[in-house]
């Protein structure tokens, strides 16, 4: 089903974002610290495009590939298959503490996994299996809300390759996706530590932007909607952003991405931005929300036509378009189009239905989650757009 061009992609280290090649990795034969020595390829390896195998006389791991590997640039752990991908991607959510970008990015992953799509998803470290796991296990199993994402540090990237299962040949595509999730705090204010540039580098870095945008900051929408709905679903001890920060918030980030790949001033960043309007749960048939009849209010078509549906996600972004001019904000719409080269608005609920009043949940049924996902897998040509 993916339909990959030849040619080779640009590899980028998920830590520092340096590209990378052979000459970037030290292989070591053994994950532990102790006995592990490095292990350079060959140059029949580096041809080959394959792992080096420990070929250190009395070493236990004598004939074995090796299992670990690190960046030269930043030191930071690779999975060492990291070069031997057909496709890179990378998603990074950025939007206001609180705005649902941990919950929304958790049931991305579960409903990629479970999408009926002939993909199969796997975790390229430890610790993304460990991340998914524990998120998963929260929202799926014990009914939580996540936990608000600590600030002051730069988020670790999540490492998954999707494994293309549709053709039975020898040689399965793969494609590397790495998400970011980093706190909504750290991204209203930017500023200059260490975690903000790492976090400005993982923004400019990245191939799409999703911003995640809280329909429930609104004041047309809050006026309209149950108290008890919004109280459970607005992360209350965090969330004080007015949409008037979202704004601002967009012109720093395009700021710091321009400045970062040397972009002038007034030409549009060549990159797909999606919006994404979060707790949409919430918004079925409040008055200015949207009808039970409305588009976006109906089950995604893109996992059951095995492609993007372009007039289904053109009707959804005219719809929130829509939506978002009656409410007034126009502004925020208007920044992200001046900035960005190609926009498209999406809607999801994360767990289908808002929380209860003690921010536990019912059966998870996301909604629409994958639509943005679909939406780069089709401009990088890698799924077809129908
Ligand atoms: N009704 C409804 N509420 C949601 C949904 N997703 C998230 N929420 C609410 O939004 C709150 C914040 O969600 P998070 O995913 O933690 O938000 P975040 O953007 O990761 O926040 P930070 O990590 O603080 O930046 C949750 O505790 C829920 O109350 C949804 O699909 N529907
Ligand atoms: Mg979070
Ligand atoms: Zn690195
Ligand atoms: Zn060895």
Redesign the pocket.
């Known amino acids: 089903m993916f339909d990959f061009f030849s040619g080779t992609e640009d590899v980028v280290c998920p830590h520092c974002l340096r590209k990378i090649s052979f000459g970037d990795i030290r292989f070591y034969c053994e994950t532990g610290d102790e006995r592990r020595h490095e292990v350079s390829p060959t140059l029949a390896d580096r041809f080959k495009k394959r792992l080096p195998v420990c070929r250190r006389n009395f070493c236990q791991n004598n004939g074995l590939t090796v299992s670990a590997a690190e960046c030269r640039h930043c030191g930071e752990p690779l999975p060492p298959q990291i070069l031997f991908h057909d496709r890179y991607l990378s998603v990074c959510a950025v ?1 206001v ?8 990015l958790t049931t991305l992953v579960h409903e990629l996994k479970y999408s009926g799509l002939p993909w199969v998803l796997q975790a390229m470290d430890v610790e993304t299996t460990e991340l998914a796991q524990s998120g998963e296990y929260n929202v799926y199993e014990a009914r939580h ?2 936990a ?2 600590k600030s002051g540090e730069a988020p670790r990237p999540q490492l998954w390759t999707i494994l293309d299962n549709s053709e039975k040949t020898d040689k399965i595509p793969t494609c590397a996706l790495t998400i970011y999730d980093g ?3 750290d991204c209203e204010h930017i500023g200059y530590t260490a975690a903000d540039k790492q976090i400005a580098r993982y923004l400019s870095g990245t191939k799409m932007l999703l911003i ?1 945008f809280d329909p429930l900051l609104l004041p047309g929408v809050r006026s309209e909607i149950l108290p008890e709905v919004l109280n ?4 209350i001890e ?1 969330q004080t952003s007015a949409p008037a920060n979202m704004v601002s918030m967009i012109n720093s980030l395009a700021n710091y991405i321009r400045g970062s790949c040397n972009i002038a001033p007034g030409k549009r960043i060549d990159r797909n931005a999606a919006i994404v309007i ?2 949409i ?2 918004l079925r048939d409040i008055a200015g929300g949207f009808g039970s009849s409305s588009t976006i209010m109906k089950e995604s078509p893109h996992a059951k036509m095995r492609g993007f549906v372009q007039s289904d996600s053109e009707m959804v972004d005219l719809e929130i378009r829509d939506f978002l001019t009656r409410q007034g904000e126009t502004a925020f719409l208007d920044t992200i189009d001046a900035n960005f080269s190609r926009v498209r608005v999406f809607g999801v ?3 289908g239905r ?2 209860d009043q003690n ?1 536990r949940l019912a059966k998870v049924h996301p909604h629409r989650v994958l639509d943005p996902l679909m939406w780069m897998l089709a401009s990088e040509k890698i799924i077809p757009t129908v």
């Open positions: 939007g503490a609180g705005a649902g970008k941990s919950s929304y809300c996540p608000g994402t706190a909504g705090e995640i459970a679903s607005m992360a965090r979060t707790k749960d919430a609920s994360s767990f808002p929380p921010k």
